[in-house]
């Protein structure tokens, strides 16, 4: 099955610089990518998503990038602010069954 | 355009005793899927349904859980016979379907286990 490693798993960032979270999967069918904030008590929220057919995509401050032959992507957020703290998910899939990585706790220092 | 929801919210159940985790989905989603999210962890996928028919339920144990999406009503997974180790916040998702991969959560049920 689908394995997915997500890095780093903490990650603490100075308000107004960019962080960068990275994920590899093993799948090589899987073709949907996407990203989740969960804040602590809530329900996780699709923040990005990118299919296999594309290599990036931007929504304002978040981007997203994809590498199908090293099979890794990453979020980009740039002028984080503090409300951009949180845990961040990525998640492969294919055949509708997302499979999630580990986790990374954002800290925006203000 | 109201969000996906579960209920209950929160659950006690003691040792032995079952749990009826409910979730609606999104209007015009007809995909379900259920993820268990134990403390400082991730997300496992558990089952995902449509109207009537189970269609992936490899993330489910073998014993004690089964989740049903029937043709009128609320998605529900069962788990009878209640453990410790069960307690965990229970997360459905929905998504149209169609091509459409997109999930989105509703705000989960959080199981305790006593």
């Known amino acids: 099955g689908e394995n997915v490693e997500q890095h780093p798993s903490t990650l603490s960032v100075q308000e107004g610089d960019s962080a960068v979270i990275k994920c590899t999967y093993s799948?090589?069918?899987?073709?949907?990518f996407p990203w989740y904030k969960q804040e602590l008590g809530k329900r996780p929220q699709l923040i990005i998503d990118?299919?296999?057919?594309?290599g990036e995509k931007k929504d304002q401050r978040i981007a997203v990038t994809l590498n199908k032959t090293a099979k890794h992507f990453s979020l980009h957020i740039t002028e984080t602010q503090p409300e951009d703290s949180a845990v961040y998910f990525c998640?492969?899939?294919?055949?509708?069954?997302?499979?999630f990585g580990t986790g990374t706790r954002l800290t925006i220092i203000p | 355009n109201a969000g996906v929801m579960q209920n209950p919210r929160h659950l006690v159940r003691r040792r032995g005793q079952e749990a009826r985790l409910r979730c609606s989905p999104m209007?015009?989603?007809?995909?379900v899927y259920w993820y268990r999210q134990l403390p400082e962890e991730g997300l496992k996928f558990m089952v995902y349904?449509?109207?009537?028919?189970?269609?992936?339920e490899s993330g489910m144990p073998k014993e004690r859980f089964s989740a049903e999406f029937p043709k009128e009503g609320p998605s529900i997974l069962r788990i009878q016979q209640v453990v410790r180790g069960d307690s965990a916040a229970y997360f459905c998702?929905?998504?149209?379907?169609?091509?459409?991969?997109?999930?989105?959560f509703g705000p989960g049920t959080r199981l305790t286990v006593t």
């Open positions: 799948d090589s069918a899987s073709n949907y």
């Open positions: 998640a492969a899939s294919r055949a509708e069954k997302l499979t």
């Open positions: 209007k015009g989603h007809s995909h």
């Open positions: 998702a929905s998504s149209p379907g169609q091509g459409s991969y997109e999930q989105y």
């Open positions: 349904l449509q109207k009537e028919n189970i269609i992936d």
């Open positions: 990118i299919r296999s057919n594309v």
